[in-house]
């Protein structure tokens, strides 16, 4: 079953205290990307990888690692959390379409990790 | 910097009455999708719109993409308790394929 597969489900950790997130998709995607959900502001894009040991700044990067050492696999890591870190984070891959590079076929998204930070 | 502005926030309806999402754009879009995300869930895409003054008809959902392709619609025909979530548009800018951006949702509640 083609699928992207976030852990942990759940979280709570303490300030400063580093974390990572893990993601894996069985999709053979390029393309892998992280986001932050928050009440009224949508997705937001933390960081993006467009293949192996290609990584970019999305829009609210500060404060977050990525590295992509697999093809499958793209951890989020959290080096000194701080509470305005405490949201919701979706794990996303999609292939990209070949020749252009492009993002062009369906984002499929992890269950999510619920992360709270006191 | 770009950005995908969504309305309404929030839509309560009877069951069996219509919905309508919007999306605009700041910039031009090459594309367009559309994600469903139930509570508790995670989102899941439902459509992309590619050409301008596109419309796509998935059963009771149509989709459509403007001339300009800088705004978009979902509209929910005769809505069921089954199509409660909240509702997603996604664009990429034209030039910049790395970016999905999205929307701040819309959230529907249908009311039996």
């Known amino acids: 079953e083609a699928q992207v597969t976030q852990n942990p489900r759940y979280l709570i950790t303490v300030t400063g205290k580093k974390l990572t997130v893990t993601c894996s998709q069985n999709m053979n995607h390029e393309y892998m990307s992280w986001y932050r959900q928050d009440p009224g502001l949508g997705l937001r894009q933390i960081y993006y990888?467009?293949?192996?040991?290609?990584?970019d700044k999305g829009d609210v990067p500060e404060g977050y690692k990525v590295s992509r050492k697999e093809k499958r696999n793209f951890p989020l890591i959290l080096e000194s959390p701080s509470p305005n870190q405490t949201s919701l984070y979706f794990c996303?891959?999609?292939?990209?379409?070949?020749?252009?590079?492009?993002?062009?076929?369906?984002?499929?998204f992890g269950q999510g990790t619920r992360l709270t930070v006191v | 910097g770009q950005q995908v502005m969504q309305i309404p926030q929030y839509q309560h309806v009877q069951e069996g009455e219509d919905f309508t999402t919007y999306c605009n754009s700041s910039t031009t879009l090459s594309n367009i999708q559309w994600y469903k995300q139930r509570p508790g869930g995670h989102p899941v895409f439902l459509i992309q719109?590619?050409?301008?003054?596109e419309v796509k008809k998935q059963k009771r959902l149509t989709f459509q993409f403007g001339e300009a392709k800088k705004n978009s619609s979902l509209h929910i025909t005769a809505t069921q308790t089954t199509d409660v979530g909240t509702y997603f548009c996604a664009g990429i800018v034209s030039g910049g394929y790395n970016k999905l951006i999205f929307g701040a949702g819309t959230r529907l509640a249908v009311h039996p």
């Open positions: 719109l590619v050409k301008s003054g």
């Open positions: 990888s467009m293949n192996v040991e290609v990584t």
């Open positions: 996303a891959s999609s292939s990209a379409r070949s020749g252009t590079g492009g993002l062009n076929t369906e984002a499929f």
